[in-house]
Structure formats: structure tokens, C-alpha cells
């Protein structure tokens, strides 16, 4: 077992929307941080959609989810906390001296006085398609998620599933597309009512009942065989490009094995509170791990629970800090940084 013994003020689980902006605030609060993230790279699950349009991040005109990423990691990244990428937490105790000891898929340990837990809703690693020969097709035209537009301009496309991700996306890429074909094996599409309207004068075609069974080619996919569930019925049909939105796994480990309280809808989340306080003191949630009454689902709530998160935290380290650090047009800590944005000519 590696043992990392260097002691850190807050440790965050995850290096999405809400660990980068923890990460920031927790420096701007002066604490001594460490991000530990499962990926290669950070940034969450907006590397789900790099090409999207976000809209609704305050006080920010449109950006592409890759431009996005971009900016929240050089946010983060402030204060220089330590980084540890590729690492999965797995195991989680805390200590008699009230230290918490973060174990991880490679065997290795950390040591925190207060944690927060930003690890998303469990949605980075997609759910395979279940069938032969699929994962030979990934390097050329079987997708699992949209990184850039211009491999599906004018391409007869094929969506694989009926959750509002894959609505989503066939309506995003009917305007460009030669044409696109949504298929879902249930009996309804399960996006939001609006955007399955938003289909037929997309003219995307759906089909319901309706799964891959084969994909058929030697480089890329040509032909894939469809099944229809209930009839029994196949076709084969030409494709360019399968495009596959089954959902995404998620690691239940570490939240069975806590001792958090989770949310009894799902049991996948934490049920905290608006603080992001947790039953565990000192551990805290951000992002969309946490659920509580007055949840806001968008990004920009990401950021409030990883700022409500940090303040915890300090004030669990210090009960006599202050509840929030002082705004950034006061604080000192950025006297020198402004310069650079200030006086460029």
C-alpha cells in the first residue's frame, strides 16, 4: 500500500464544474488543496458535449462546452492546488484523529482534514453497445458521445436510444445531416416533451420497438441489421455514422461503503442541504452528487454548492473564520493577478 502522508485542508472527489470551482474558492480561502480525479483529464462530464452551445452560466455570453472546460481548469488551477488524475477513490475512513484517509483503485492513500465530494452524477463512462464486433468500429464511425459536428455534416446518421440526451442530439444534428434516424427499443422517447416535438419539423425520423442487433462492415460500419422487438421484424440499412446514447455507468462503491445518507429516490446521491453539509461532519457534497430541497441543476448551481462546500469546510477547520471569503474586487490575492488582465496593452 503507497502512502501519501502529506496533510491537506480539504481534498475534492472529482474534477468536474463543481471540484474546479471548489478547488478555486478553497485557494482563494487559503486552505492547502488536493483534487483527486478518476479520468485522464479534467472537466467533468461537459467532455460529454465539447461542441454544445451553454447558455446559462451567469454574466457569460454562449461558449462551447470545450471552451468551457478550458476556462473553469485555468480557474481552478489559481492557487495551484495538487492534482491527481486517474486515480477512482474507493475506499473512504475516517481516522480517530478525525483525519479522513481516502484510499484509491491504485492502491494508494491520502490524507485530508475535510473532504468534498464533487463527483458528478456518475454519467463519464457511457454503457457499451451489446453487440459483436462493436468496439472494432470505435476508432472510425461508432460514436459515444458528439466531440466535433463536422464528423457527422452530411452523413446519414443513426441514434441508438430514446433519453433526452439522444432527442437532444438528433435534433442538434438534423440541420447539418444528410439525415438522421432515431431509434429506442422501449415504447417511448423519454425526453422532454418540447424537444420530441421538436422531431418531426427536424424531420428526423423515429422508430420505437426498435434495437441494433448486427453492425456490418470491415473498416467502418456500412449496413447495421435493426430489430423491431415486438414484431420481430429486420431490416438492414446503410448508415454513415452510428451515433449511441444508452446511458452512462455509474461506481455505487464508494457511496455503499461510506457511511453517507443517501437520497432514497437514488440511492446513488447524497442527501445533504443546501450547505452541502453531509451526515459525516467535515465531509461535504457539490455538484450534482448532492441533493437537497432547494437544488438548482444547472452549472451555475454547481458553482454555489462548491462555494457553500468550501465555506463549510473552513469553518469546520476554524469556527471562528469568516462564513464566506471576501469577494474578489476586495481581496488582496488578486492584486498582483490583475495586473496581468489590467495593464495588458
Same mark, same amino acid.
Not at 443546501?274 to 452549472?299: C, M, Q
Given at each position: ?9 480539504v481534498t ?13 474558492? #478553497? ?10 480525479? #478518476?479520468?485522464?483529464?479534467?472537466? &467533468? ?128 444534428? #438534423? ?41 456490418? &462492415?470491415?473498416?467502418q460500419i ?25 446511458? *452512462? ?18 440511492? *446513488? ?24 430541497? &432547494? ?27 469568516q462564513k464566506? #471569503? ?16 489590467? *495593464?495588458?496593452?
Open positions: 500500500m503507497e502512502d501519501n502522508k502529506e496533510l491537506y485542508d475534492i472527489i472529482g474534477g468536474g464544474p463543481a471540484g474546479l470551482f471548489a478547488a478555486f474558492y #478553497a485557494g482563494l480561502r487559503e486552505m492547502k488543496v488536493k483534487v483527486i480525479e #478518476a479520468q485522464d483529464r479534467l472537466g &467533468g462530464k461537459v467532455h460529454v458535449y465539447p461542441q454544445k452551445m451553454i447558455w446559462d452560466v451567469g454574466g457569460m455570453t454562449p461558449v462551447t462546452g470545450s471552451k468551457l472546460i478550458e476556462q473553469m481548469i485555468e480557474q481552478g488551477l489559481t492557487f495551484d492546488p495538487t492534482v491527481e488524475l486517474e486515480q477512482t477513490i474507493t475506499k473512504m475512513n475516517k481516522l480517530d484523529s478525525q483525519i479522513f484517509e481516502l484510499e484509491t483503485d491504485q492502491q494508494k492513500k491520502h490524507y485530508s482534514k475535510t473532504v468534498v465530494m464533487a463527483v458528478g452524477g456518475g454519467i463519464i463512462d457511457p454503457i457499451k453497445l451489446d453487440v459483436d464486433h462493436a468496439s472494432t468500429f470505435e476508432d472510425s464511425n461508432l460514436f459515444y458521445s458528439v466531440q466535433s459536428l463536422q464528423d457527422f455534416k452530411n452523413k446519414t446518421i443513426l441514434i441508438s436510444g430514446g433519453g433526452p440526451s439522444a432527442v437532444d442530439w438528433a435534433n442538434e444534428l #438534423a440541420p447539418i445531416a444528410k439525415k438522421v434516424l432515431l431509434i429506442y427499443r422501449g415504447d417511448q422517447l423519454k425526453g422532454h416533451e418540447a424537444d420530441v416535438s421538436k422531431l418531426t419539423k427536424n424531420n428526423v425520423e423515429y422508430r420505437t420497438h426498435t434495437e441494433i442487433t448486427a453492425l456490418l &462492415g470491415d473498416d456500412r449496413e447495421v441489421t435493426l430489430l423491431h422487438n415486438q414484431t420481430k421484424q429486420t431490416e438492414i440499412l446503410s448508415v454513415d455514422a452510428v451515433l449511441v446514447n444508452h446511458g *452512462y455507468h455509474r461506481n455505487h462503491q464508494l457511496m455503499n461503503e461510506s457511511g453517507l445518507r443517501m437520497d432514497l429516490k437514488d440511492n *446513488y446521491f447524497i442527501k445533504g442541504n443546501v450547505l452541502g453539509e453531509s451526515n459525516i461532519p467535515g465531509l461535504y457534497g457539490a455538484g450534482d452528487i448532492l441533493s437537497h430541497d &432547494g437544488k438548482l441543476h444547472l452549472i451555475a448551481g454547481a458553482f454555489q454548492d462548491a462555494a457553500n462546500a468550501v465555506n463549510g469546510a473552513k469553518r469546520y477547520l476554524d469556527p471562528e473564520a464566506v #471569503a471576501l469577494v474578489s474586487s476586495h481581496n488582496d490575492r488578486f492584486k498582483e493577478k490583475n495586473k496581468q488582465y489590467l *495593464y495588458v496593452k
